[in-house]
């Protein structure tokens, strides 16, 4: 199932730069989309969504562009810290429906 | 800050035991769902649940699986007749009526022997 891809397996930042994790979809019929965090021997964290028909929305360092036309997304972390060290998944779902497709993950390091 | 909890943190079982998984979803939530990830796997869907009944299922989740929501507050999968390759973590989540964010537990890490 690649209907969620996260195309990056790992990604290295310093602290304070920027962070850019990347998403793609190829499912038209999602209007949903999301962004989790997760620690090892955790659950996913919710940090931020986006709806359809938005192609932005901002949460404190956390921004999320969303690129229909594209199909693509993405999540921006400015400034980066080492305690956003983490796996981040992307994913999507229909506004009016139950489950979310997960994409396989990027991990983020960032150093100090 | 209201969270999903997930009982028992690790489950050991031998092939073809029965075993069933808790959850507490947040309280004022009305959708509940499972998920789960295989070591180096993606996190994939299970089923969801909604107003007593499924609403939705994966190929995955066959006859050997249910859920049930005993009570007000718990919801379990139940998995009948455990095959290796059950080994994953198990996740539990939850959302509320107006938002589209589900809220997951911390995990049910289910080894089969």
């Known amino acids: 199932d690649q209907q969620v891809k996260q195309n990056s397996p790992s990604l290295s930042v310093q602290e304070g730069r920027i962070s850019i994790l990347n998403c793609d979809y190829t499912?038209?019929?999602?209007?949903?989309f999301l962004w989790y965090k997760k620690y090892p021997a955790e659950g996913p964290t919710f940090l931020i969504s986006?709806?359809?028909?938005?192609d932005k929305n901002e949460d404190g360092r956390f921004t999320v562009f969303l690129n229909k036309s594209a199909k693509h997304l993405s999540l921006h972390i400015v400034p980066s810290q080492p305690g956003d060290s983490a796996v981040y998944f992307c994913?999507?779902?229909?506004?009016?429906?139950?489950?979310?497709?997960f994409g396989a993950g990027t991990i983020l390091r960032v150093k100090s | 800050e209201p969270e999903v909890t997930q009982t028992p943190s690790h489950q050991v079982t031998q092939m073809g035991q029965e075993v069933i998984l808790r959850c507490v979803p947040i309280?004022?939530?009305?959708?509940f769902y499972w998920y789960r990830q295989i070591l180096g796997q993606k996190v994939e869907f299970l089923v969801s649940f909604y107003n007593n009944e499924i609403s939705e299922k994966s190929e995955i989740f066959d006859d050997q699986f249910s859920v049930e929501r005993p009570d007000g507050s718990n919801f379990t999968l139940k998995i009948r007749s455990t095959k290796l390759e059950d080994s994953a973590m198990y996740f539990c989540?939850?959302?509320?009526?107006?938002?589209?964010?589900?809220?997951f537990g911390p995990g049910t890490r289910l080894t089969v022997l």
């Open positions: 499912n038209s019929m999602f209007d949903y």
């Open positions: 309280s004022n939530h009305l959708y």
């Open positions: 986006i709806s359809s028909i938005k």
């Open positions: 994913a999507a779902s229909r506004e009016d429906g139950n489950k979310l497709v």
């Open positions: 989540a939850s959302r509320g009526q107006v938002y589209n964010e589900q809220f």
